[in-house]
């Protein structure tokens, strides 16, 4: 993998955002969308792009732009109803579709519960489309005992959804 999308909805989960950012293997380049209701600013890190969401023609909404895969961790469940239509109104969105209409990776976390069932059909039909719908869920085999480790296995789910390698959590032994 050498470019990665990583878009951020919300305000709940931001955080997490931040941390698979810093976790990401150095040599991947990745462009960020943060969403106007996101309400936090990012230093810039090396090989990052902040992309503004309001920039309809920034680089990530042309299918021309070869990515690898786009992230959206936190997904609001307004931004998860959107892409589930097909509404492309910011870049945010319009990279998700363009995503959808390549056939490229495209990883959502959706951050709300319980789910409606409203989101839950917005979920099945992303799904069946190809998304991978992976909200932040802890397992207990993991013995996590810290918030940062819960993250790092997370982030660790994440990366092997998206083929990165890592050894951010302790695996099943059986």
Same mark, same amino acid.
């Given at each position: !993998?050498?470019?990665?999308?990583?878009?951020?909805?919300?305000?709940?989960?931001?955080?997490?955002?931040?941390?698979?950012?810093?976790?990401?293997?150095?040599?991947?380049?990745?462009?960020?969308?943060?969403?106007?209701?996101?309400?936090?600013?990012?230093?810039?890190?090396?090989?990052?792009?902040?992309?503004?969401?309001?920039?309809?023609?920034?680089?990530?909404?042309?299918?021309?732009?070869?990515?690898?895969? !786009?992230?959206?961790?936190?997904?609001? !469940?307004?931004?998860?109803?959107?892409?589930?239509?097909?509404?492309?109104?910011?870049?945010?969105?319009?990279?998700?579709?363009? !995503?959808?209409?390549?056939?490229?990776?495209?990883?959502?976390?959706?951050?709300?519960?319980?789910?409606?069932?409203?989101?839950?059909?917005?979920?099945?039909?992303?799904?069946?489309?190809?998304?991978?719908?992976?909200?932040?869920?802890?397992?207990?085999?993991?013995?996590?005992?810290?918030?940062?480790?819960?993250?790092?296995?997370?982030?660790?789910?994440?990366?092997?959804?998206?083929?990165?390698?890592?050894?951010?959590?302790?695996?099943?032994?059986?």
């Amino acid at each position: !993998m050498k470019k990665i999308i990583v878009a951020i909805s919300g305000a709940s989960g931001v955080g997490l955002a931040k941390r698979f950012i810093e976790k990401l293997p150095k040599e991947i380049e990745i462009f960020i969308i943060v969403s106007n209701n996101a309400k936090i600013v990012f230093n810039k890190e090396e090989n990052c792009t902040f992309l503004n969401n309001d920039d309809i023609g920034a680089i990530t909404a042309s299918g021309s732009f070869k990515c690898d895969a !786009m992230v959206v961790i936190p997904c609001s !469940m307004n931004t998860l109803a959107k892409i589930s239509c097909g509404i492309a109104d910011n870049l945010l969105t319009r990279s998700a579709a363009v !995503m959808l209409k390549e056939n490229r990776t495209l990883l959502i976390a959706p951050r709300e519960m319980p789910y409606s069932a409203i989101a839950l059909e917005n979920m099945l039909k992303l799904s069946r489309l190809g998304v991978i719908i992976a909200p932040p869920v802890s397992a207990y085999y993991a013995e996590i005992k810290t918030l940062e480790e819960m993250e790092d296995f997370f982030i660790g789910k994440w990366f092997d959804l998206l083929g990165i390698e890592h050894n951010l959590f302790k695996r099943w032994n059986g």
